[in-house]
């Protein structure tokens, strides 16, 4: 069930994931969620935002003013 509109159906979908962090932005591409069919909002499992959050600390050390990472590519 959709948090925002209150809809009952969600879908398998895939997103990309942005994130601004000291004035870099971090994109990751190809990540797995649940999308609302209604009003189009995406959800993440446990799993998958934990795996984000890794992802994002990585990129972090980079520190480039862009990262592009392939969420279904990365280890």
Do not use: W
């Not at 509109?5 to 997103?15: G, R």
């Not at 994931?17 to 499992?45: L, M």
Request: proline residues 3%; hydrophobic residues 35%; contains cysteine.
């Amino acid at each position: 069930m959709c948090m925002f509109c209150k809809c009952d159906t969600v879908k398998p979908s895939t997103t990309t994931h942005v994130v601004n962090y000291k004035g870099c932005i971090i994109v990751i591409k190809n990540v797995p969620c649940e999308e609302c069919e209604q009003c189009g909002e995406k959800y993440y499992t446990d799993d998958v935002a934990e795996r984000l959050e890794n992802m994002v600390n990585s990129a972090k050390k980079l520190m480039q003013e862009v990262a592009v990472m392939d969420y279904s590519k990365v280890a």
